[in-house]
């Protein structure tokens, strides 16, 4: 190790257990977390890879019971720390068919570390449906007959009610999990109760394999800390600096972002065919106009300042009163990615998401890819069964989406996300899919800041821009690194992901993380203040560069190489035709001079396989 550590024994801010669940048995067991993979690993997503690493095979069916959802808090969550809230899931994706990643704020980790575990690992498959109670650290497997078929709101209403906790954190399947859609999500806690989602991957159709419809969670115990003084002097100082870098995020959350990166070209449209719409579209969702006309309230994390959430509800015409929590992502995919510029309309889809337990990006950018091949005439009326699947379209796009979270005429060609459809579909439709590794792209046109397109590429959970690095900082502020510039973009796009899988370790959300000072040159105070534990900023990043190759070690396993490392033939061979970035495109030999550079720089082979050297100087294992 290339920090002076204390023993985990002696660090705070964790259990050090591990509660596993057999449901094929219905029986589970109290684990003790091996103590140095705190040391190696720190917690969250790299402790969950660690356990992933060790006990799924290559040759695992993702919908099979030897599948595992395996969930993990880190050493900062549930701690007086800002943004301490998140927790992890790792698994196979069902679809991806490779390892995947999931996380979500809110409540849910923080009840799980307060209920005595650092992590939860469910296996098997039960015999019919049931949910878990883990009230204080006691265990109850529950029949959940009742509420199979259920939307996500009204289960957690129920099993709230049942287990006798209103506070209880609850992490729900609905629909389509059940149905085992391949982009289902897992929601814990609905967003107007501040909840969070675990979204991408398809990790709900693993809950849904296994007939577990919930988990309900709920602890008293606070994390104990090494320092509580210094811990309590450190947060008071830093506040203002929160204050500071989180303003827009408490006014706008990440819908702040809507209009900035429309201006700079990098906003994409209708699938990722333009960047302009005609004057005032894009402007009737700017982030003033959703205070201004759609906030219901302010949403925060369990202990967080900063309230970045914006639950909003729709005001007029045939959706009005609908609600929901619209993220960046959610407002692009259901939106303008759809040729949608409606509040009203993105409110009322990404509410039937949450219901029917939906990846709102992965279900949002599918009906959108439908509409494309619609509009070249690859699909008609007589395939969807009479909807008018044009871009714009709102209401076909709301009948759509609930026919994908019933499986019924055509939603079923699309309920397993874009790529699953362009295979079912035919007619070289595979060709209008933007994604890498099977998962479909986020809301930022990689042809506009090339390192979103390596970060994309690279992203250990298929495309990603949190995972795989969000870039766009760097690129706008960094001197010499150029948006369409190649050369640097592997060793930033590098660094952005070894920041990221530290900060993931420790479960903190990125949003706060500046003012705690936890940044590629990482101040790490507030971690030694809670674990006790002598780590440097230097340790921290260290941390995540041995967790990213970690999970490329798992990839490499599962048979993942260069050659998976692409970007769409759109991305490559087709430039940007209007806006700021009209021209550009990412040819195959940039995309390989970046991997070049990017595979150097992480001592993985041309190949894209993790060296037996960077194995051992990374200690990964």
């Known amino acids: 190790m290339n920090s002076k550590t204390l023993t985990a024994e002696r660090w705070k801010g964790i259990t050090g257990k591990l509660l596993r669940i057999d449901l094929t048995k219905r029986k589970s067991i109290v684990e003790n977390i091996p103590l140095k993979w705190f040391h190696k690993y720190l917690g969250g997503r790299g402790l969950a890879a660690r356990y992933y690493y060790d006990e799924i095979s290559a040759d695992v069916d993702p919908l099979s019971p030897e599948n ?86 009204e289960a957690q209403d129920v099993i709230r009610e049942e287990v006798g906790e209103q506070k209880a954190s609850v992490a729900c399947i609905g629909p ?9 999500c897992i929601v814990a806690d609905s967003s107007g109760r501040r909840g969070g989602v675990f979204g991408r991957g398809g ?19 606070e994390v104990e800390v090494a320092d509580v003084d210094k811990l309590r002097d450190y947060l008071k100082t830093h506040i203002k600096e929160l204050r500071e870098t989180t303003g827009n995020h408490t006014r706008y959350g990440t819908l702040q972002y809507t209009m900035p ?3 700079l070209g990098a906003y994409p449209l209708l699938n990722f065919t333009r960047t302009r719409v005609e004057e005032g579209a894009m402007e009737k969702l700017a982030a003033e106009v959703m205070r201004e006309n759609y906030l219901v309230r302010d949403v925060a994390c369990s202990r967080c300042p900063v309230a970045c959430g914006k639950f909003l509800e729709a005001g007029k015409g045939e959706w009005r009163g609908s609600q929901s929590k619209v993220e960046y992502e959610t407002l692009w995919s259901l939106g303008p990615h759809c040729g949608v510029f409606d509040y009203d309309a993105i409110i009322m889809a990404h509410a039937i998401t949450e219901e029917y337990g939906f990846d709102g990006m992965s279900s949002g950018y599918t009906v959108g890819f439908g509409m494309e091949l619609y509009e070249r005439g690859i699909i008609d009326k007589e395939f969807t069964g009479g909807l008018e699947l044009k871009f714009g379209n709102a209401e076909a796009e709301i009948e759509l989406l609930e026919l994908m979270g019933e499986r019924r005429g055509v939603g079923e060609v699309f309920a397993d996300g874009a790529v699953r459809a362009a295979e079912r579909i035919g007619k070289n439709s595979i060709n209008y899919v933007m994604h890498a590794k099977r998962q479909e792209f986020a809301g930022y046109e990689p042809r506009a800041f090339y390192g979103i397109g390596l970060a994309y590429a690279t992203s250990s959970r298929g495309a990603c821009h949190n995972v795989g690095g969000w870039t766009i900082r760097d690129e706008l502020l960094k001197p010499k690194l150029d948006r369409f510039a190649v050369e640097g973009k592997g060793r930033l796009v590098k660094s952005i992901q070894d920041v990221r899988a530290y900060i993931d370790s420790l479960a903190l959300c990125t949003i706060p993380r500046r003012a705690l000072n936890l940044t590629d040159e990482p101040s790490p105070e507030v971690v030694n203040y809670i674990t006790g534990a002598e780590l440097t900023g230097e340790y921290l990043v ?51 001079k970046m991997l070049d550079e990017y595979y150097e720089a992480r001592g993985w082979d041309r190949n894209g396989v993790v060296m037996e050297k960077t194995i051992e100087r990374l200690e990964i294992l």
């Open 176 to 184: 389509a999990g059940e149905k085992l859609s391949r982009m289902a």
């Open 261 to 263: 990166l429309y201006e």
């Open 542 to 592: 260290l941390a995540g560069e041995r967790i990213y190759s970690l999970e490329r070690l798992i990839l490499n396993r599962e048979g993942v190489r260069r050659p998976d490392d692409m970007l769409p033939p759109r991305i490559m061979y087709e430039p940007v035709p209007d806006g700021p970035a009209k021209g550009h495109r990412i040819t195959p030999e940039m995309l390989n």
């Open 68 to 153: 595992k959802l395996i969930f993990s808090t880190g050493v900062l969550t549930g701690t007086p720390a800002f943004g301490a809230t998140k927790a992890y899931i790792v698994s196979k994706s069902p679809l991806t068919g490779h390892y995947s990643v999931a996380n979500a704020g809110g409540y849910f980790g923080v009840n799980l570390k307060w209920a005595g575990y650092d992590g939860v690992i469910i296996e098997g498959r039960a015999d019919e449906p049931v949910y878990l109670s883990i009230i204080d650290g006691e265990l109850e497997i529950k029949n959940a007959k009742s509420y199979w078929g259920s939307k996500t709101i």
């Open 203 to 221: 990790l709900g159709a693993v809950m849904g394999s296994k007939n577990l419809k919930a988990i309900a969670v709920y602890g008293t115990k």
